[in-house]
């Protein structure tokens, strides 16, 4: 059985920072040779950092040698007007000295992927482009993944559907935030140094991303515990309204230490509209973990299916493992993803990005009770547009 650990950009890649790096708990998801995939990590507020495999020790290949980052696929998501081939044609050289920076931490790597960006928008008209870099971590391989992400003009309404940036300024009541940082910074540290795995099986919280058994983050649980408890308002307030979208995101964290799981479903669901991509993503790690462990807290679908058309990996990454969770449980959850985002899961099926494939396959497994190969999409588009008043949209 492979093990698959997800991180969107690892600190030895001096890739622009994607700043999605808390991990997520691991849960068993289909892949086309029945192996299990783990689910995504990354970082909130600081760079990524390489995780160890499960032992807590570097990755090495077959010959011993320690494994190396390298590039496993180029590949582009919004447009019919772009592809792998378009990208390359169009950037060129520059592309590859790009990766080549990335891959040696050089530090100019950042600039240059502006750059490139730039370029893709001017040339086709984007009102919005992106790079992704995710790597993977498999037993002496560290497979990288890039993707760039477009939006088309005539899909902004559809595909950035974000709620106007908050203007406000808070207090950080009893330094709550200030100390999740410390905590998520403490934490990274020690994953990177091979002394801690995120903590799957005991969590104070509704989402934990590293657990308190360790030493060094035993004291933040009974204070992040408290904390929530006694400014839960003033927590709600900074998620909603707090002009930092890094204030924002830390709290849709902290809220998950409250014990009325209805009441944290419903902050975290006002948050997937966020304007930034970080509060997006960790309110929708929240509800991933909520929909996976405890199914007796309700978690409308329709903001979740909403998020699997929004442009950025992360977004889709973790709406379809939200909707992954939902699909099964409930016959409206099922109808709403047959009825609005079929299109886009036979699209993401042909991602070369491992988990939005295998996520997307999962769930229409699910919501079809067919098991044509992940391969097969003339058969899962077949299906699709045989199926009463439903026709597969064209992208």
Known sequence: MKILLVVLLASAISFAEDR?????????????????????????GKTPVPFPNEGGVPQFTKNGQPAKPYIASLDTYGSAKINESIIRKLLGKQLDRWLEKGLSNDETAPDLEAKLKDKVMKKFGF??????????FQPGDMAIHVTLDVVEKGDVAKRMPFLDA????FADPDNLIKLWREYENLALDLVEKGQLEPDINQCAAL?????????????????????????????????????????RAAACYLLAYLKDGNRVVSYEVGRVRDPDDLVRNNSLRVLGDIAEFHPEFVIPIGPVVQAIHFPRVSDRSKALYVAFQLVGSTKDSKEQVMKDAVPDLLQMIQSKQPDHRDLSYGILRKISGKDFAI?????????????????????
């Not at 289909?30 to 995504?40: A, I, R």
């Not at 482009?129 to 790597?135: H, I, L």
Request: proline share 8%; with cysteine; glycine share 6%.
């Open 20 to 44: 999605d790096t808390i991990p997520l708990k691991n849960p068993t998801l289909p892949t086309t040779q029945g192996e299990t995939t783990e689910s995504f990590s990354g970082s909130a």
């Open 127 to 136: 009102p919005y482009a992106d790079w992704s870099v995710v790597q993977y």
């Open 166 to 169: 908050p203007k406000g300024q």
């Open 207 to 247: 989402h934990c991303p590293f657990g308190h058994k360790h030493p060094k983050l035993k004291k933040y649980e009974s204070i992040f515990v408290e904390g929530a408890k006694k400014n839960e308002q003033v927590l709600a307030e900074i998620q909603k309204s707090d002009a930092h979208g890094e204030n």
């Open 375 to 395: 391969t097969d999409v003339r058969s899962w588009t077949n299906w699709f547009s045989k199926l009463p008043d439903r026709a597969v949209t064209k992208k």
